[in-house]
């Protein structure tokens, strides 16, 4: 499958100052730009950051990043998903996760979130694929926000509305070991039937054990 990746970008003014929000942006870009040191959610700040200079290199790796001058204080990647995880069973070239979505606490709270994935979605290339994100509680900082999990489940929900995914069913174990953990996906516009129904039997891969 042929990845094109458009280019598109846009400025957020917010209380801190202007942020550029920009991307899909090439590994060699990445590399040139600062990381900040407050974006630890899944990794120390310099493994991160060499992390998504390695997604943005591979042939369906986007990153799209809020940039304060020189520094990213924000990021969304999307890449096929780990092949550990039962949405890369299907084997579906057209079927990419949002796998990670990172603001440092300076400016959460100023639309950063919503504004990565409005960029994101404005490429058309995402119309010929199935694009998907599971929420995990743990993943999320309940302790630096102070929000409970239901709350916070709500912000990121509405931010993934933004982008214009949804909320999907499934029994995945682990999403479903947890009332607040979902499914969240964007189904293009081009997508075929085929693909459609084979989402949907990896979505519910336990039904026929009962």
């Known amino acids: 499958m042929e990845h094109k990746k458009t280019y598109n970008s846009t400025e957020l003014e917010t209380k801190h100052g202007l942020l550029t929000i920009e991307g899909p942006l090439p590994g060699k870009e990445l590399n040139e730009l600062e990381f900040h040191e407050d974006l630890v959610a899944f990794r120390p700040p310099a493994q991160q950051h060499k992390a998504i200079v390695e997604i943005a290199d591979l042939p369906e790796g986007r990153i799209l990043i809020a940039r304060e001058?020189?520094?990213i204080?924000?990021?969304v990647t999307f890449l096929y998903p780990d092949p550990l995880e039962r949405w890369s069973e299907g084997k579906m070239d057209n079927l990419i996760e949002?796998?990670?979505i990172e603001v440092i606490p300076k400016y959460r709270g100023s639309g950063v979130g919503k504004s990565l994935?409005?960029?994101s979605m404005m490429d058309d290339a995402f119309e010929d694929f199935i694009v998907i994100t599971t929420e995990y509680y743990w993943h999320w900082d309940l302790k630096?926000?102070?929000l409970n999990v239901w709350e916070y489940r709500?912000?990121?929900e509405k931010m993934m509305q933004a982008g214009g995914l949804e909320?999907?069913?499934t029994d995945d174990p682990e999403i479903s070991s947890h009332p607040a953990n979902?499914?969240?996906a964007k189904i293009g516009s081009r997508v075929d039937n085929e693909s459609i129904q084979k989402f949907d039997q990896l979505r519910f891969m336990n039904r026929y054990m009962y």
């Open 69 to 71: 001058n020189n520094t």
């Open 73 to 75: 204080v924000g990021y």
């Open 98 to 100: 949002l796998g990670a």
């Open 117 to 119: 994935l409005k960029i």
């Open 144 to 146: 630096g926000t102070g």
């Open 154 to 156: 709500k912000i990121m």
């Open 167 to 169: 909320y999907y069913a």
């Open 182 to 184: 979902c499914l969240m």
